[in-house]
């Protein structure tokens, strides 16, 4: 133990801890420790600021960031740097998430007088169970969902002025609500097209875009998307942020970078977020619930790493073949039978998913196309309905892209995980899990 000033009155670290590099995770506590430790992801408390922690600490980070601890030093934060040059583009799957998930930020570049751009994919139209209860009326057909619809864009330009951000700022895609998976699987071309001509007419500094691990199956969707759409856009000068709504996936919450909120603000997210009314009528506690919760962004760049995330608990990917160790979780509730797909580029430039359904025992399956429901291979499944392995032939793909995969498997219409994307010519032992249980996780 060791005294110092103010209120940090101690500092216990665990030998142990330090003796095992990278591996350390460090926990500040306002009063009256710090700590390492393993486990889930504590907060960095400095002063009167709370920054989410580190993981894959060395001792000499870990030592540096006691110190600048101790000094009053405040620790970097990795979130947008917003002024009145600034061109924020934000792009949410359906009405709603601007409130959920980006109030904070929006409000931030409306006072710092950044010029602002808020793309909606879908209209949120297919959400049956609130307008049932709202209109009370059992079978909806298309005109009842339209009309939801033009609801739904009404609460979002709503909760927009709230924020302070003017309707004119808006845009509206309208693509298909909850069929966002079945459009990236089948034929998204135009899609993408649409995306990337949205982003060079209006080419922001800073993107905003769903996270790729959101268990919600239109956002990771719509993540794939414009990861496709980005690739394909080089020399743009843009930072490119994601943020998530759904799930608690340690790919994105581990190394996410918490956005600080005042108290003003997060009453201006409530209020905000009481703006879309059909969506508070079932889940009330739920979204507003949201208001206080802070609000995360991950920095998105080229790196040499995967996290695995849900049943993929590690991959390897080889010239011709993909390997991927499976634990499925068991659960009560599923939709359909788990299924994987595949989605990259093939040797001819072109999108192609591919899909296979997981057996409950040893064998071999058949390789499909999503789209065409045609056999393009076969992939081996050594294992039972719980864990195996499962080798995939990718020959069908080009080696240069990056590749994507899913597992699929639902419980009501929310994923087990999202998608994984796996660069091209990785080795294997660069994939990793994101057990944030195994205390050799690492990220990077």
């Known amino acids: 133990m060791r005294a110092c000033q103010g209120h940090w009155m101690a500092l216990l670290i665990s030998a142990r801890d330090f003796l095992l590099p990278g591996r350390t995770r460090l926990t500040l506590h306002r009063r009256p420790t710090i700590s390492c430790c393993y486990g889930r992801k504590r907060s960095i408390v400095t002063s009167r600021r709370s920054i989410p922690c580190i993981c894959n600490l060395t001792p000499d980070t870990a030592n540096s960031l006691c110190s600048r601890a101790f000094s009053g030093q405040a620790a970097t934060v990795m979130t947008p740097a917003l002024n009145s040059a600034s061109r924020l583009m934000l792009i949410a799957p359906h009405p709603d998430d601007e409130a959920l998930a980006c109030s904070i930020i929006l409000q931030q570049a409306v006072r710092a007088g950044a010029t602002i751009r808020v793309v909606y994919a879908t209209d949120g139209d297919d959400n049956p169970w609130p307008q049932r209860v709202l209109e009370r009326k059992w079978r909806l057909n298309a005109a009842d969902r339209k009309r939801w619809g033009k609801l739904r864009r009404a609460e979002a330009l709503a909760a927009l002025r709230a ?34 001509a949205i982003i060079r007419d209006w080419p922001p500094t800073h993107l905003l875009v769903p996270s790729i691990a959101d268990t919600h199956p239109d956002h990771s ?20 942020w994601s943020y998530a709504v759904h799930g608690e996936s340690p790919a994105f919450f581990a190394r996410a970078e918490q956005h600080r ?94 899909s296979v359904q997981l057996p409950v025992r040893s064998c071999r399956i058949e390789l499909r196309d999503a789209a065409t429901e045609r056999r393009v291979g076969v992939a081996r499944y050594r294992g039972n309905a719980f864990a195996g392995e499962l080798t995939i032939p990718i020959d069908i793909f080009s080696s240069a892209p990056a590749l994507f995969v899913k597992l699929e498997r639902r419980s009501w219409f929310f994923d087990e995980a999202g998608w994984l994307e796996i660069p091209a010519a990785i080795h294997p032992r660069q994939i990793i899990s994101s057990n944030i249980a195994q205390p050799s996780l690492a990220i990077r």
Not at 319 to 337: G, M, W
């Open 163 to 196: 924020l302070g951000v003017r309707a004119s700022d808006a845009r509206f895609l309208a693509l298909p609500d909850q069929g966002l998976t079945n459009l990236l699987k089948c034929d998204c071309r135009s899609t993408l097209e649409r995306f990337a």
């Open 221 to 240: 969707a719509l993540a794939v998307m414009l990861r496709l759409v980005l690739a394909e856009l080089p020399g743009s000068q843009m930072s490119v």
């Open 261 to 354: 909120q005042l108290e003003a603000e997060t009453a201006i997210k409530l209020r905000a977020i009481r703006c879309h009314k059909t969506q508070i009528k079932l889940s009330r506690r739920r979204f507003l619930a949201y208001a206080a919760r802070p609000e995360r962004l991950l920095k998105l760049r080229a790196r040499e790493t995967t996290i695995a995330d849900g049943s993929i608990r590690s991959i390897s990917r080889q010239p011709h073949t993909l390997r991927l160790d499976l634990q499925l979780s068991v659960k009560s509730i599923h939709a359909a039978e788990p299924t994987l797909y595949l989605l990259s580029r093939d040797v001819e430039e072109a999108l192609r998913c591919l």
